[in-house]
C-alpha cells in the first residue's frame, strides 16, 4: 500500500490528462478535411469533446492550485492521504492480459465467466461459501448478459464454445 497526498495526485493526474488531451487536439489537425464545402470534417466532433474535456480538466488544475478557489464546498477535509493498493492494481491488470490472451484458446463465455468470478469472489464481503455462490451466480447472469450483447445484437465474432448452438 503506497500512502499519496489526495491533494498531489490529484494535480498530479488532472495536469496529466491536460497535456494528453492537448497532445490529442493536435493529433485531430491530421485528420482529413471535409469533403463538401462547409461541412465540418472528421476532426469535428473529436474536438468538440476533447475542448468539453480541457475546460472542464482546466477547472480541476486551477481548483487544486488555487487553495481557496472551489466550485463545491465540501466539509471534509481535502489535505487526506489516499491509500493506493498496488497489489490489487497489478492483480487486475495480470488477469486483464490473461482474458486478453487466452480469449480465442478458451472462448469468450467460459473466460468471461472465470474474469468476473475471480473479481467478485475477493470483493464479496461474505463468509467463503455464499462469496462464492453469489459470484458465480452474478458471474454467470452477467456473462449471459455479455452473450446476449456483444454476439447476438452487435454481431461480434468471439471464439465462442458452448452457446454457439443459439446463434443459428
Known sequence: MIK????????????????????????????????????????FFPRLILIFSIFWTS???????????????????????????????????????????????????ILTFSFLFVLLVNRLDLNLGKSIFYSSLISFISMIIFWFVFIIFLKIPFALKFLPFLLY
Do not use: C
Open 4 to 43: 499519496i497526498n489526495s491533494k498531489k495526485i490529484v494535480l498530479f493526474i488532472s495536469l496529466f490528462f491536460l497535456v494528453f488531451l492537448i497532445f490529442l487536439f493536435y493529433e485531430t489537425t491530421n485528420m482529413s478535411k471535409s469533403i463538401l464545402p462547409g461541412y465540418p470534417g472528421d476532426a
Open 59 to 109: 477547472i480541476l488544475l486551477i481548483q487544486n492550485l488555487i487553495k481557496n478557489f472551489s466550485l463545491l464546498k465540501s466539509s471534509e477535509d481535502k489535505e487526506t492521504d489516499i491509500e493506493i493498493y498496488f497489489k490489487d492494481i497489478v492483480f487486475l491488470f495480470f488477469i486483464s492480459i490473461i482474458y486478453i490472451l487466452f480469449l480465442d484458446f478458451i472462448g469468450f463465455e
